[in-house]
């Protein structure tokens, strides 16, 4: 699996989106999007954490490592195995914190593996191409 890298232009469009207070997850051309929306009457210390608990709670349902867009596609977004990069925002409106989070697009069909289960750390990194390397027990690309 591929270590992720924070993306400030990924931030800078999930900032967008999530000013425009939308309850439902935008469509983009260059990116895939998670949202989350929380109530701020529930008094929840940290709404990013809160959403990407959310998020990856989705795998929970099927315990399956296959893509389905209508059961897991957050955690989809988040734990693809060829992602490389992700930004995320945080935007208060009337009384309601929006968490967006954009990856760059990628392709990804339905019943598709999300991640190839490796041997061990860095098994696999000859697969991606060669720019990859293992670091911390992740697979790299050098930027």
């Given at each position: 699996?591929?270590?992720?890298?924070?993306?400030?232009?990924?931030?800078?469009?999930?900032?967008?989106?999530?000013?425009?207070?939308?309850?439902?997850?935008?469509?983009?051309e260059k990116?895939?999007?998670?949202?989350?929306?929380?109530?701020?009457?529930?008094?929840?210390?940290?709404?990013?954490?809160?959403?990407?608990?959310?998020?990856?709670?989705?795998?929970?349902?099927?315990?399956?490592?296959?893509?389905?867009?209508?059961?897991?596609?957050?955690?989809?977004?988040?734990?693809?195995?060829?992602?490389?990069?992700?930004?995320?925002?945080?935007?208060?409106?009337?009384?309601?914190?929006?968490?967006?989070?954009?990856?760059?697009?990628?392709?990804?069909?339905?019943?598709?593996?999300?991640?190839?289960?490796?041997?061990?750390?860095?098994?696999?990194?000859?697969?991606?191409?060669?720019?990859?390397?293992?670091?911390?027990?992740?697979?790299?690309?050098?930027?």
């Amino acid at each position: 699996m591929l270590s992720q890298e924070y993306d400030c232009d990924a931030e800078a469009s999930a900032y967008e989106s999530a000013e425009k207070c939308e309850d439902n997850a935008s469509s983009h051309e260059k990116y895939d999007e998670n949202l989350h929306v929380i109530d701020e009457e529930q008094q929840y210390h940290d709404p990013v954490l809160e959403a990407g608990n959310s998020w990856w709670s989705e795998v929970l349902d099927t315990y399956k490592n296959v893509y389905n867009s209508t059961i897991n596609a957050n955690f989809a977004n988040m734990a693809w195995d060829t992602r490389e990069r992700f930004g995320c925002a945080i935007f208060t409106c009337s009384k309601k914190h929006h968490v967006v989070c954009h990856y760059p697009k990628i392709e990804k069909t339905e019943g598709e593996q999300i991640y190839k289960i490796g041997d061990g750390p860095c098994s696999d990194c000859k697969d991606y191409n060669s720019t990859v390397t293992c670091d911390e027990e992740l697979c790299s690309a050098i930027f």
